[in-house]
């Protein structure tokens, strides 16, 4: 496939034009219960609403001619079955697979990567061989007693998917176990979370795809130092999830280990065994299948050819039309369940990390913008916070509200004739109207320009399959916006830069005296008063 | 004071042809060692590093005189001492003086504001006072025991500056003492928070100004009927913090009252009864004293007119040349210490809702721009994360790392050479550099362009005095940007529209019978699915 720039496209034209004069939604009808109802669509438990967004049936044409003609789902169909879409032509670069979506591709025969997802399947029996372990008592501390707590130690995408998954779905954890993390190479982070632990009954999940992070192998130690000074030896205690070979893949220091792959970056591996050993720990087997069928089902819904039905594929052609027709920089996750505090943080690094990059696939740099700056919290918080800005502030924020009709743990409480629950699905659909509309006052501290873009998710509740769901539909709208970009969402070569000057600093404070000469980072090190 | 707009100052014109020139970060030798030491600048335990600003003398001459002509810290004076600054000449408006630093400023004579800081030390008494029989043993629970937790309830100001200050100061924590918070309508959170108590020992501060605030009720109601269904009385685990008169100034209903003013806003109470019951009960009292002077030893640094040795003025300075100059719309907080992951979410509050404006102090629409979106999460995480955006996107971010010398626990290990603390601060210092020099390389891909503009704040160590300086300096730094743009700072009008369509919302959902014409709420309720 000869993958177009985004600029030569013929819709990126039309777009441009379509864009000098958007969808008004703040005039009178705007939003009539027609278009509500029109601009809605359904895919794997959600329901999509996007009347509130800027844009009508001939913007959706066009866009739709802007997937048609950079063959974005059948892009998205080959980085399925196995093409190497991790690349840069003619450079070095990873030359990987990209086959995150083959570690759920279990529910439908055959499998659109069957070498891939026949290794995840055995990663999994492995799991679920452990997992019974642990449930039955056959795996048990020296003392006999069960393990309570699993702590994952990772960083980046070893962490921030696991993190903010747990988090949602901790209404469903089974009794008495419990999951913590440890990322930061900060020693107070470790500190933190091993001063409450009962380590006797503590498990440890070493994850590191290459078996070298820094922070990761740093923090290991620390959790070694702490379960030998417990009198506990710590290879009874400690997990490895690395890559096969990799220096972690060592029977000897790990009470068990769990293989993750090339193919799978890892933002993009919450659904691998990087996700799966903790989600499993805490959830148990069955619960982890249902989150892993809910991203598989999103994974089929992306296959769809028409936006207006590929819930995935609109989303980020309306991200798009957003980022580079209408110049908005940034994009709001803004969800109305506190259960997903943690995962607009896991969206900052997929998205970001994904699709901020300045050259095409054909390592030339764009001329066009790409990724946006993704950020977020929980509503109602938000709107007691940071919304004042969104509201009347000088930017425009293109805000994306996630919500469900149900809370998760059944606790609730009326009060002036309403649920809590419904307060809060109330307050969102409230905001969505109130940004799109806006209002006019003869006070103008009191007005609202309105036509601030948006669009809102509903589902019936926060599960693990619409965890999973949820999951998938993020992931895919990133690659689809990566495809239409023309850039590779699977690298990230903006971090290398930082660490070596990182280790060039590190040398200086290891051995200060070594260099005499007035270096800058010398300079900086001893002006930031860390060397004497 | 005659407010000048932000365009009618000659200052501004002269940055503005300044900025079609910006320092060159990336040319050889233009981080010179003078330069780093030249650019740096020492206060309150706060040694600020902005060598890597794209800026030189003239630009910081330009910038002086923009706060002279402004007359920015004669506001800041005229703030400290009670001038009614929270208004829009002509227009109704919440006319309020603006004291927060009243509420500090307990370390010199005579205060600023005497009548402010006389109620701010009845309430410390107050307070001392109850922290007192806790401590003692005198105030026990109806079986004798300790309280041993303690839960914050409130919203927005109410929840994200205490919750943050908690957070970072957690390793100071007394014995036995933990503190918890619920913010959000959504039931679940409430739900998540009091499963895991033991509430016979755990004590509940509701927190809301007006003692009306919608969220905060409604978890109140939700509390109490966790204490009535254990069998324990209300009354004697609630705690109320809330305006003089207020529904909620009730002591029947409440064990003890603290009283918080109307003229401290949410986003700037944390050092008011808001956040002072709850780290007081945390830390101490002595800790909270601590705190407490090193905000006001940042509010004593705040006056000097020599903006190359005022911090906060200086960050406020550079924070517009970075805007309004270079052009740049988002603001980054990247600490690196993991005590103070909930930072960045504070001052997302505290920036966006103060300076989230479009409309003048005298109520005309503004023609340049405001505060910008500010997000951020700890290092070193965020390495692993977005950074990549930051270092190879589209999109340029000014960045502001904040870093300690020393950790908070005492807990670390050295591997290769190097503790985990001297990694953490390499790293962020890497960060720094690599943003501003970038480096050219023959494969597009690992090119770096540079020139991103960040600046490094560090200190000794993360202590209550610490946080104290850092929260204020913070406050101080928004304040005066709004003082610069000649918005009200201190009014929130941007958060009613929301309100108001929520209760329209709200009243299809609790009576849906009512109405029968196909209004926009109705059809955006039913399409959602939650009217049937």
Redesign the interface.
């Known amino acids: 496939m000869q993958y177009k720039d985004f600029s030569a496209l013929e819709s990126t034209a039309k777009l441009a034009q379509l864009a000098a004069k958007p969808y008004n939604l703040t005039q009178p009808g705007a ?3 027609e278009r ?2 029109r601009f ?1 669509v359904s895919s794997c438990g959600f ?1 999509l ?1 996007y009347a509130t967004e800027r844009l009508d049936e001939t913007v959706l044409d066009a866009l739709q001619e802007l997937a048609d003609e950079a063959h974005l789902v059948e892009q998205f169909m080959a980085m399925k079955k196995g093409a190497v879409l991790n690349r ?1 032509e003619g ?3 990873e030359n990987r697979q990209v086959l995150h979506t083959a570690s759920r591709d279990l529910f439908g025969e055959p499998p659109h990567a069957a070498a891939a997802t026949a290794k995840a399947r055995a990663e999994l029996d492995k799991l679920r061989r452990f997992l019974d372990d642990l449930d039955s008592g056959k795996l048990v501390n020296s003392q006999g007693e069960r393990f309570t707590t699993l702590v994952q130690v990772g ?3 070893s ?2 998917g696991p993190r903010a998954l747990s988090l949602a779905l ?2 469903f954890a089974l009794p008495e176990r419990e999951v913590r993390f440890i ?10 979370v ?2 409450g632990l009962n380590l006797r009954q503590t498990l440890f999940v070493i994850v590191s795809k290459s078996g070298s ?3 990761t ?2 923090n290991e ?2 959790v070694r ?1 702490a379960l030998r000074e417990a009198g506990l030896e710590p290879k009874q205690h400690l997990l490895a999830v690395t890559g096969e070979g990799s220096p972690m893949d060592d029977p000897s220091r790990y009470l068990a280990s769990f293989y993750m792959y090339d193919y799978i970056g ?2 993009y591996s919450a659904t691998s065994m990087v996700g799966a050993v903790t989600l499993g720990f805490l959830l148990g087997y069955e619960a982890l299948m249902d989150l892993l069928r809910g991203a598989w089902e999103m994974d089929m819904a992306a296959e769809q050819s028409n936006i207006r039905k590929n819930l995935p594929l609109l989303m980020a052609l309306i991200g798009i039309w957003n980022r580079n027709f209408l110049g908005y ?2 994009c709001a996750v803004l969800p ?4 997903l505090s943690r995962f607009p ?1 896991h969206l ?2 997929c998205d ?2 994904s ?5 095409t696939r054909q ?4 001329t ?8 977020g ?5 938000g ?13 425009i ?1 293109p805000a994306e509200f996630i919500g469900f ?1 149900k ?7 009326q ?13 969102m ?6 940004l799109a509309q ?2 006019e006052d003869s ?7 309105g036509n601030r873009p948006n669009l ?1 998710l ?1 589902a ?1 509740r926060l599960t693990p399959f619409q965890m999973g769901a949820l999951l998938a539909l993020y992931e895919h709208r990133i690659v689809f916006q990566g495809f239409a970009w023309n850039i ?1 969402s699977f ?12 280790k ?3 040398q200086h ?3 200060p005296s070594r260099s005499e000469e ?8 001893k ?4 060397l004497a």
Request: overall charge negative; charged content about 15%.
């Open positions: 939003l009539s219960p509500i109802q809605s329901t609403l840069i450079y070095p670069c960083i980046g995408g962490d921030l901790n209404a990322a930061n190479v900060d020693p107070d982070d470790a500190a933190a091993l001063a992070t820094l922070e192998l740093t130690e620390l130092a890892g933002r920089n940034t109305y369940s506190q259960a943080a900052q690094q970001m990390e699709n901020g990059k300045s050259v390592g030339q740099a764009v066009w913008k790409t990724g946006p700056i993704v950020w919290e929980p509503g109602t918080n709107q007691h916070a940071f919304y004042q800005l969104i509201h009347q502030g000088t930017e924020v009709r809370n998760q743990r059944g606790l609730d409480i009060v002036a004739g309403t649920s809590s629950q419904e307060k809060l699905v109330a307050n659909l409230a905001q969505s109207l109130a806006g209002k006070n103008p501290a009191r007005s609202f320009a809102v509903l019936e590779n690298d990230q070569e903006g971090v290398q830069l930082g660490k070596v000057l990182a060039n600093l590190l404070l290891a051995a007035q270096t800058v980072g010398e300079a900086l090190l002006t930031a008063g860390m």
